[in-house]
């Protein structure tokens, strides 16, 4: 009961950030369908993957709506996912749940699968957020699924995200910052360093998703420029996206293709 409990929540969560005003306010059903081709795949100043096609579908109703997203990579050996999220959106304040589903050579990796959770395939991640004109501050937090702190602790790793959007030279700006509060969920390695006396030895180091303790693990900058053809709607952007906490960084290029 609770694993279906804790699927019927992840059924009321995470939006995208649409115009919430047009959301709110529409009768009908609405379906829109899309799709990112990037450069390269960078999420939350995380790599990962390379080149990739991201395709999208929304349906939204009456503040409902339900996402679907996934990445295909070009590279076989690169991250492949779909995630679906079921969110609620009034007068700007949004609620949500997303499940995140990787596959890779993992066998128990099935798509229908939710066995138990340091074994499932799918974790699910709620979202509560307020988004305006002026910009958007959303927080996310995971809830079920292998997340899991170094000490074998429930990590919920959470993650918070502040988005300015903005016009300048012809060209629609989104300046983003993201940081983690807490330790999040991680795992050991082992790798060899040579000593001052020129020997080596084995030191285990962690490795986190986001970071050990608050860090700011995502600061972006995107710029877009709309372009127009016949039916569709291809919005162009180059996005700087660093990893402050890691010291990394990727300057990446895509275009959107969506029907108007």
């Not at 080149?51 to 492949?80: H, M, R, Y």
């Not at 699968?113 to 996310?140: D, M, R, T």
């Given at each position: 009961m609770k694993k279906f409990f804790a699927l019927a929540l992840a059924a009321i969560t995470s939006m995208p950030l649409l115009a919430q005003d047009k959301i709110e306010a529409q009768d009908e059903i609405t379906a829109t369908i899309s799709t990112?081709?990037?450069?390269?795949?960078?999420?939350?100043?995380?790599?990962?993957?390379?080149?990739?096609?991201?395709?999208?579908?929304?349906?939204?109703?009456?503040?409902?709506?339900?996402?679907?997203?996934?990445?295909?990579?070009?590279?076989?050996?690169?991250?492949?996912?779909?995630?679906?999220?079921?969110?609620?959106?009034?007068?700007?304040?949004?609620?949500?749940?997303?499940?995140?589903?990787?596959?890779?050579?993992?066998?128990?990796?099935?798509?229908?699968?939710?066995?138990?959770?340091?074994?499932?395939?799918?974790?699910?991640?709620?979202?509560?957020?307020?988004?305006?004109?002026?910009?958007?501050?959303?927080?996310?937090?995971?809830?079920?699924?292998?997340?899991?702190k170094i000490d074998g602790s429930r990590a919920y790793s959470t993650y918070i995200e502040l988005s300015v959007p903005f016009n300048l030279g012809g060209l629609n700006w989104d300046i983003r910052a993201g940081v983690t509060p807490m330790e999040s969920a991680g795992t050991t390695y082992q790798e060899k360093v040579v000593t001052e006396t020129g020997g080596v030895r084995t030191v285990t180091r962690g490795d986190w998703y986001y970071g050990e303790s608050f860090t700011c693990n995502m600061a972006s900058v995107r710029a877009t420029k709309k372009f127009m053809f016949k039916h569709f709607n291809l919005p162009v952007f180059v996005e700087l996206h660093t990893n402050p906490y890691l010291q990394r960084a990727n300057l990446l290029f895509g275009i959107t293709i969506c029907s108007l």
């Open positions: 990112d081709l990037v450069s390269h795949y960078m999420w939350r100043g995380i790599d990962m993957a390379g080149p990739s096609i991201q395709p999208e579908l929304n349906v939204a109703w009456k503040g409902l709506s339900l996402d679907i997203t996934g990445n295909a990579p070009f590279d076989k050996d690169d991250l492949k996912e779909i995630n679906t999220t079921l969110g609620y959106s009034l007068f700007g304040f949004n609620i949500g749940v997303t499940d995140y589903w990787t596959a890779d050579v993992d066998p128990r990796n099935r798509f229908f699968y939710y066995g138990g959770e340091a074994e499932c395939p799918h974790q699910l991640e709620a979202n509560i957020g307020y988004s305006c004109k002026y910009g958007s501050l959303q927080a996310y937090t995971m809830v079920y699924g292998n997340d899991y």
